[in-house]
T-cell receptor, first 113, second 119 residues
Framework: LAKTTQPISMDSYEGQEVNITCSHN???????ITWYQQFPSQGPRFIIQ???TKVTNEVASLFIPADRKSSTLSLPRVSLSDTAVYYC??????????????FGTGTKLQVIP | GAVVSQHPSRVICKSGTSVKIECRSL??????MFWYRQFPKKSLMLMAT?????????EQGVEKDKFLINHASLTLSTLTVTSAHPEDSSFYIC???????????????FGSGTQLSVL
C-alpha cells in the first residue's frame, strides 16, 4: 500500500484558493488517488478521484503530475464551511481490486474570516 | 454517490455491557466493508476488514474477541464491542467500496460514524 504524506495543517482566508499537496512516492501502476473531507464527528466524505493529469468536478480540482508521485487538491474560493480535515488516499480502485486502505495524518484546513 | 448508513450515531453504555453498531449499504451490495476507530484529533485507524460470508480480517493489535464483526449479508455488517470498558470509548466508522453510477472505478463510501462512550 502506498504511503501518503501531507502537511499537518494549513490556514487560509475566506475567498482564497487553497492547494493541498500529497506525496505518494511508491504509488503502484493500478493505484488511483482519492481525496476525502472529514468534519468533526462525521465520517469522511468523497471529494474527488483521479489517476493522472487533471480532474475537475463541481467542488474541487485534482492535479496529478506525469510521475504520479504526488497530487494536489485545489479548492477554489474557500468558505468557512470548508474548515475540515482533508485526507489523500491511494489504492487500487479497479473493479474488485480495492483492498484495504490506511489513512495518513490528513491536513487540517482552517479557513479564517 | 453510494450511501452507507451507520447506526446508532451515539451510544452511552455502562462498563461491562456490549454494544452493537450496524453498517448498511443502502443502494448497493458490499462484499467487503471496513471498520475504523478514530480518537479525537487523530486519523482513522483501520480495525478490520469485514467479508460477506466469511470471517473478518483483523489488523494487528485489534482483539477479535473484543470487537466481534459479522457480515451476514451483502448489505449489512455489524461491529459488537463486547464487555465494553472506558478505554473502548471512541468514534467508530464503517466504510464500503462501490462503483458510482456510470463509473468504472471503485470508491470508499463511509458511514456517519458512531460515538461510543463507556461509563
Amino acid at each position: 500500500l502506498a504511503k501518503t504524506t501531507q502537511p499537518i495543517s494549513m490556514d487560509s482566508y475566506e475567498g482564497q484558493e487553497v492547494n493541498i499537496t500529497c506525496s505518494h512516492n511508491n504509488i503502484a501502476t493500478n493505484d488511483y488517488i482519492t481525496w476525502y473531507q472529514q468534519f468533526p464527528s462525521q465520517g469522511p466524505r468523497f471529494i474527488i478521484q483521479g489517476y493522472k493529469t487533471k480532474v475537475t468536478n463541481e467542488v474541487a480540482s485534482l492535479f496529478i503530475p506525469a510521475d504520479r508521485k504526488s497530487s494536489t487538491l485545489s479548492l477554489p474560493r474557500v468558505s468557512l464551511s470548508d474548515t475540515a480535515v482533508y485526507y489523500c488516499l491511494v489504492g487500487d480502485s479497479s473493479s474488485g481490486g480495492y483492498q484495504k486502505v490506511t489513512f495518513g495524518t490528513g491536513t487540517k484546513l482552517q479557513v479564517i474570516p | 454517490g453510494a450511501v452507507v448508513s451507520q447506526h446508532p450515531s451515539r451510544v452511552i453504555c455502562k462498563s461491562g455491557t456490549s454494544v452493537k453498531i450496524e453498517c448498511r449499504s443502502l443502494d448497493f451490495q458490499a462484499t467487503t466493508m471496513f471498520w475504523y476507530r478514530q480518537f479525537p484529533k487523530k486519523s482513522l485507524m483501520l480495525m478490520a476488514t469485514s467479508n460477506e460470508g466469511s470471517k473478518a480480517t483483523y489488523e494487528q493489535g485489534v482483539e477479535k474477541d473484543k470487537f466481534l464483526i459479522n457480515h451476514a449479508s451483502l448489505t449489512l455488517s455489524t461491529l459488537t464491542v463486547t464487555s465494553a470498558h472506558p478505554e473502548d470509548s471512541s468514534f467508530y466508522i464503517c466504510s464500503a467500496r462501490s462503483r458510482d453510477r456510470g463509473g468504472t472505478n471503485e470508491k470508499l463510501f463511509f458511514g456517519s460514524g458512531t460515538q461510543l462512550s463507556v461509563l
